[in-house]
Structures are given as C-alpha cells and as structure tokens.
C-alpha cells in the first residue's frame, strides 16, 4: 500500500519548464511507475513510464521535452517538463502501476 502526493504545478509560458514531483509514502523500489495527465474535456492518458531498473517510455508528444526520472531512496519520482507548449495545460497524476494514484497537480501553459 502506497500513498502518492503531486506537487509542482503552475502556470507558466509557452516554451517555459516545469518540475513535477510525486512524493511516496512508502517504499516504490519494486514498481512501475508512471505519470499521467488529463486535460479538459478528455481522458486520463498515459505520459510517461518509468521501470524499477530505469527503463523510460513517452507518448510520442513529449518525447525530447519531458523526462521522468525516480530515486527509490527518497521514494520520489520526478517529470522534468520542458519547452512547454499550451497543449501540455492538464491535470498531471502520478501513478503507481496498477495501484494507487495521486491527488493530481494543476499544470496550465499559456502566455
């Protein structure tokens, strides 16, 4: 059983880089891990994924923008989101596969 809390959001402009973070309250060591977004209007989607040993995947439209990134250590997994386009505005979601989510943090890009 592990809790997830987001944070990080904000608003910022377009071509702009946020930091998502997702704090565990227990140890994800052995999980998947994944970040997922919903924006208005649309479904949670998948954006990125990271394995217990490293491994990354991206939906194609992040792909060179964003980074997901985790220290099982300090139980964090991380979304570094850079050169941010309006379309990336969303409610982004930590996720651990195939358990618990996040409470969600705003990201809104607009100038």
């Known amino acids: 059983q592990v809790q997830l809390v987001e944070s990080g959001g904000g608003l910022v402009q377009p071509g702009g880089s946020l930091r998502l973070s997702c704090a565990a309250s227990?140890?994800?060591?052995?999980?998947?891990m994944g970040w997922y977004r919903q924006a208005p209007g649309k479904q949670r989607d998948l954006v990125a994924t990271i394995s217990s040993g490293g491994n990354t995947n991206y939906i194609d439209s992040v792909k060179g923008r964003f980074t997901i990134s985790r220290d099982n250590a300090k139980s964090t997994v991380s979304l570094q989101m850079n050169t941010l386009k309006p379309e990336d505005t969303a409610v982004y979601y930590c996720?651990?596969?195939?358990?618990?989510w996040g409470q969600g943090t705003q990201v809104t890009v607009s100038s």
């Open positions: 996720h651990v596969l195939y358990g618990a």
């Open positions: 227990g140890s994800i060591s052995r999980y998947v």
